[in-house]
């Protein structure tokens, strides 16, 4: 049976996704339940039910240009406040903890990655994907996914199971942060008896509606596109000149390129950078297009039979990190504050550490959270693709 909206019906088919993003963004702003559920699922759960639905096409040459010229420039709209010194330099003691809870998440890829070997295909790139995503967040998804092109049966499924995920996980950091049990085991300066109404002046100051004018559009694409072009084309000069396997799996890949040179510019050029307002928006809006896109791919079927053990597998990467973060931070004398927000950081990226330290009322850790967090992004990919590779060799 063939789709309402033939694949070759560019215009249409470009309406309807882009309406489907926005009703995503919109049920997301505007309802807790849906903020629950996350933006990223909304749009995959939404692209799985129009092409399953036969209103959309499974494959089509729009759903590739996505793959091959909107996910390179998002990622760079999204690392341009990745200025190295200024995080080394303003998040403190956590910086030390946040890199505590990535060693968590590797180790927690390789034992889930052996616990799971032969349950599923392709086990040792889910494990790299779940790296980058578990160190940084859903650009190292998409990155380090892009890089082996992992099919829409695993990932699309991977996606449901890591987003329930980390909702248990977040729901547990915030019961913890309040145990007597852990109180009593770990320093925690910043846990303070803060009122409503200083919760929330915390919060509106951070989520405000910000200025973005049209030069600031101009120049984020100018930069995001060169970018990605100057990291494609060292990729295929790099990948012709040199043999090793390895090399031009790690170093010739255009994702860690990408990363990289958008971070020698944003702390080099830091100043011009950071006086751009909006690339957070616009990249963000880029990913949610592509998980609207690999939701498109998928069969229904296919997604319910894979969620159970790659449920089990985020559950083992997870519980390690936190376990790993915990008990290592205790022995280096961490505060539990710093520790938790560290775990939320690497499972949910930037804006959700942001989140907890905001409405747990820890004023001095909000920024120091986002920059964890953006760190994250900076080494997720380069991290998830050594994962991978090296448990392509081991497995």
């Given at each position: 049976m063939t789709s309402l909206i033939a694949p070759d019906n560019a215009w249409p088919l470009w309406s309807v996704m882009l309406a489907g993003v926005a009703v995503c963004i919109h049920l997301e702003q505007n309802h807790r339940w849906a903020a629950k559920v996350s933006g990223p699922v909304l749009a995959l759960i939404g692209g799985m039910l129009l092409s399953n639905l036969k209103v959309l096409p499974i494959a089509a040459p729009s759903y590739d240009?996505?793959?091959?010229?909107?996910?390179?420039?998002?990622?760079?709209?999204?690392?341009?406040?990745?200025?190295?010194?200024?995080?080394?330099?303003?998040?403190?003691?956590?910086?030390?903890?946040?890199?505590?809870?990535?060693?968590?998440?590797i180790l927690g890829a390789f034992l889930a990655a052996f616990l799971f070997r032969g349950s599923f295909p392709q086990v040792a790139?889910?494990?790299?994907?779940?790296?980058?995503?578990?160190?940084?967040?859903?650009?190292?998804?998409?990155?380090?996914?892009?890089?082996?092109?992992?099919?829409?049966?695993?990932?699309?499924?991977?996606?449901?199971?890591?987003?329930?995920?980390?909702?248990?996980m977040f729901a547990l950091l915030f019961v913890i942060?309040?145990?007597?049990?852990?109180?009593?085991?770990?320093?925690h300066p910043h846990t303070q008896?803060?009122?409503?109404?200083q919760v929330q002046q915390l919060a509106a100051g951070y989520w405000q509606r910000k200025d973005v004018a049209l030069?600031?559009?101009?120049?984020?694409?100018?930069?995001?596109?060169?970018?990605?072009?100057?990291?494609?084309?060292?990729?295929?000069?790099?990948?012709?000149?040199?043999?090793?396997?390895?090399?031009?799996s790690v170093f010739a890949n255009p994702f860690v390129l990408i990363t990289f040179f958008t971070v020698v510019l944003t702390t080099v050029c830091h100043r011009a950078m950071e006086r751009i307002h909006g690339t957070e928006e616009l990249g963000a809006y880029l990913l949610y297009v592509f998980f609207f896109v690999i939701g498109l791919r998928a069969d229904v079927w296919q997604v319910?039979?894979?969620?159970?053990?790659?449920?089990?597998?985020?559950?083992?990467?997870?519980?390690?990190?936190?376990?790993?973060?915990?008990?290592?931070?205790?022995?280096?004398?961490?505060?539990?504050?710093?520790?938790?927000?560290?775990?939320?950081?690497?499972?949910?990226?930037?804006?959700?550490?942001?989140?907890?330290a905001i409405s747990k009322g820890w004023s001095s850790l909000v920024l120091s959270g986002l920059?964890?967090?953006?760190?994250?992004?900076?080494?997720?990919?380069f991290i998830g693709i050594v994962v991978t590779e090296t448990l392509r060799r081991i497995l």
């Amino acid at each position: 049976m063939t789709s309402l909206i033939a694949p070759d019906n560019a215009w249409p088919l470009w309406s309807v996704m882009l309406a489907g993003v926005a009703v995503c963004i919109h049920l997301e702003q505007n309802h807790r339940w849906a903020a629950k559920v996350s933006g990223p699922v909304l749009a995959l759960i939404g692209g799985m039910l129009l092409s399953n639905l036969k209103v959309l096409p499974i494959a089509a040459p729009s759903y590739d240009l996505v793959d091959d010229y909107l996910v390179p420039v998002a990622i760079p709209l999204l690392l341009f406040r990745a200025n190295v010194i200024r995080i080394i330099r303003e998040t403190g003691s956590m910086f030390l903890c946040f890199h505590i809870a990535s060693l968590g998440t590797i180790l927690g890829a390789f034992l889930a990655a052996f616990l799971f070997r032969g349950s599923f295909p392709q086990v040792a790139e889910i494990a790299g994907i779940m790296t980058g995503s578990y160190i940084g967040g859903g650009v190292n998804f998409v990155a380090i996914k892009n890089t082996y092109a992992v099919g829409s049966e695993l990932t699309n499924p991977l996606l449901v199971a890591d987003n329930f995920i980390m909702a248990g996980m977040f729901a547990l950091l915030f019961v913890i942060s309040a145990s007597r049990f852990f109180l009593a085991r770990f320093a925690h300066p910043h846990t303070q008896e803060t009122n409503s109404g200083q919760v929330q002046q915390l919060a509106a100051g951070y989520w405000q509606r910000k200025d973005v004018a049209l030069l600031d559009i101009a120049n984020a694409l100018a930069i995001a596109f060169g970018v990605a072009a100057a990291s494609m084309v060292l990729t295929r000069i790099i990948r012709s000149q040199v043999e090793s396997r390895i090399i031009q799996s790690v170093f010739a890949n255009p994702f860690v390129l990408i990363t990289f040179f958008t971070v020698v510019l944003t702390t080099v050029c830091h100043r011009a950078m950071e006086r751009i307002h909006g690339t957070e928006e616009l990249g963000a809006y880029l990913l949610y297009v592509f998980f609207f896109v690999i939701g498109l791919r998928a069969d229904v079927w296919q997604v319910v039979l894979n969620v159970p053990v790659l449920f089990a597998f985020c559950t083992a990467m997870a519980a390690t990190n936190l376990i790993v973060t915990l008990v290592l931070g205790k022995l280096l004398g961490q505060n539990l504050e710093e520790l938790l927000l560290s775990v939320n950081a690497t499972l949910g990226g930037a804006p959700s550490a942001a989140a907890m330290a905001i409405s747990k009322g820890w004023s001095s850790l909000v920024l120091s959270g986002l920059l964890a967090g953006i760190w994250g992004y900076v080494i997720g990919t380069f991290i998830g693709i050594v994962v991978t590779e090296t448990l392509r060799r081991i497995l």
